[in-house]
């Protein structure tokens, strides 16, 4: 089973609005993934947890949150956000081999975000 | 800093002939290679992966893709399309930081003619 699942599918919210985003996986994979996707664009990485810990932050602007309160579950908290933050959000996990060696990353559905 | 370089925005082929969709990197050590695929609105499946061993890769749906370290390319192909593979098909390379993010290419967009 690869299967990363992601709630909400689809997120309507005001600027001044706080949300959340929340990501799944029972794989026993320990790193996991936020990227965010703009319209025929690629993903671009947003932070990356490893067991847990927050390891890379992309110089993401602090209206988003990242949480990880265990190793299956990955959550972004958002809070007044703009209307340019309107993009799918993927989460990923993979295993996080010792040795920096690097594993799949599987992705999830995605969270289609609509800032107004 | 890696990086991925997919040459062909878009690209029409007529369903039931061959397809490769071309993608060049740049990295200082051996690179760790993915293809992925996401149909409209979804999220990506990965295709197919090469870490190391045979640069020849098989991955799902009938895709292949060969790595040519000598051209630091690493080209994705199909003897057959159908028209259930119109898509956008992403390149990607990750880094070498532990758990690190994936760098992807600009992405292919396929289109299948009947």
């Known amino acids: 089973d690869t299967e990363v699942t992601q709630t909400p599918k689809h997120l309507v919210m005001g600027m001044t609005n706080k949300k959340s985003l929340k990501c799944e996986q029972h794989?026993?994979?320990?790193?996991m993934y936020w990227y965010k996707q703009k319209a025929k664009k690629p993903p671009e990485l947003m932070f990356v947890?490893?067991?847990?810990?927050?390891?890379i932050n992309e110089s993401v602007p602090s209206r988003f949150s990242p949480e990880c309160p265990n190793s299956s579950l990955l959550n972004l908290h958002l809070h007044a956000l703009q209307p340019e933050d309107s993009a799918l959000y993927l989460c990923?996990?993979?295993?996080?081999?010792?040795?920096?060696?690097?594993?799949?990353?599987?992705f999830g559905p995605g969270t289609r975000l609509l800032v107004l | 800093a890696q990086s991925v370089t997919q040459p062909d925005i878009h690209i029409t082929v007529s369903e039931g002939a061959s397809l490769e969709l071309r993608c060049n990197y740049s990295y200082g050590a051996t690179p760790y290679l993915f293809w992925y695929v996401q149909s409209p609105g979804q999220g990506l499946q990965l295709l197919l992966k090469?870490?190391?061993?045979?640069?020849l890769v098989q991955g799902i749906k009938g895709f292949e893709a060969e790595f040519k370290r000598s051209q630091s390319s690493f080209n994705l192909r199909k003897p057959s399309v159908h028209w259930s593979d119109a898509a956008e098909y992403f390149c990607?390379?990750?880094?070498?930081?532990?758990?690190?993010?994936?760098?992807f290419g600009k992405g292919t967009h396929l289109i299948i003619q009947p």
């Open positions: 794989m026993g994979h320990r790193a």
């Open positions: 947890y490893s067991y847990e810990k927050l390891s």
């Open positions: 090469y870490f190391s061993g045979d640069t």
């Open positions: 990607a390379v990750v880094g070498n930081r532990g758990a690190d993010g994936l760098t």
């Open positions: 990923a996990s993979s295993q996080d081999l010792a040795g920096g060696f690097q594993e799949t990353q599987y």
